[in-house]
């Protein structure tokens, strides 16, 4: 059954085929009805159950070079409280919805990420990037501090020293860094990078949903919390997951010497 769907609004294009929801953003950078248009997609995506991987990317030589800062400069004109509510109102629920939604989710990164774009890639369960694309914090380049999680994300996924590093300097760096430092799980040529992602996309789709909705909010909670606390949990996740027709039905296949087929979501 064909349940693809599409929309396109001024920076944000989505769309579904098969099971997987891919949202394309379509400017540089984020203005206000771009942030609306992909807190949107977002929601979209998460409360889809026919959606069992989502792909978030961007066009041309940028994936998202976070906040458009022309319109920003207006709404400093208004104060600091209309200026940055927007972090409340957009890049806070986006995050959320690409963090905890459960289901995986591909950053393919094609260019220049920076800012609360990087905040987004991060937010990510898997990262693809294109061997040209280059990173950067940005915020104390501007006087300013992370927002969109990147204070806690950035730091989880390279440690406290280098995460210091890139933030308080504002330095950019290259796919070939962000691959090195576990950034990024993968690099590939521009030319392929779509094809790559799409192929990591459909077998994410295929396989076991419930599964990975589940470890991801276990590899999320387990971050600082007690050694007891995680094995708990660890045991009750599996317990929950035993008693699914996705397990058993995986386990008769392989000893069987067949593929396993996932359908809960």
């Not at 099971?19 to 998460?46: F, H, M, N, W, Y």
Request: proline share 3%; charged share 20%.
């Amino acid at each position: 059954m064909d349940n693809s769907e599409s929309y396109r609004g001024e920076s944000v294009r989505y769309e579904t085929v098969g099971a997987v929801a891919t949202i394309t953003l379509t400017r540089p950078s984020l203005d206000a009805a771009g942030k609306e248009e992909l807190v949107q997609a977002c929601t979209d995506a998460a409360n889809d159950d026919s959606v069992r991987c989502v792909v978030v990317t961007g066009t041309g030589r940028i994936f998202c070079a976070g906040q458009d800062l022309a319109e920003h400069h207006t709404a400093l004109a208004d104060g600091a409280a209309t200026a940055f509510a927007t972090i409340a109102d957009h890049y806070n629920p986006v995050v959320t919805a690409l963090a905890t939604m459960r289901k995986p989710v591909i950053a393919a990164i094609n260019g220049a990420c920076a800012g609360a774009g990087l905040g987004i890639a991060l937010a990510c369960d898997i990262r693809v990037a294109s061997v040209g694309a280059r990173f950067t914090t940005a915020f104390c380049a501007i006087g300013l501090t992370p927002d969109s999680g990147l204070s806690a994300s950035l730091s989880r996924a390279l440690g406290v020293a280098r995460a210091s590093e890139l933030v308080l300097l504002s330095e950019a760096f290259s796919a070939d860094d962000a691959l090195a430092w576990g950034l990024v799980g993968r690099v590939v040529a521009a030319d392929v990078l779509d094809a790559e992602v799409q192929a990591l996309a459909t077998r994410l789709a295929a396989g076991p949903t419930l599964a990975y909705g589940v470890a991801k909010r276990a590899i999320r909670d387990a971050w600082g919390a007690p050694w007891p606390d995680v094995l708990a949990c660890e045991q009750r996740d599996q317990t929950t997951l035993g008693a699914t027709a996705d397990h058993r039905g995986a386990v008769d296949a392989f000893l069987a010497k067949e593929k396993p087929e996932f359908t809960a979501r």
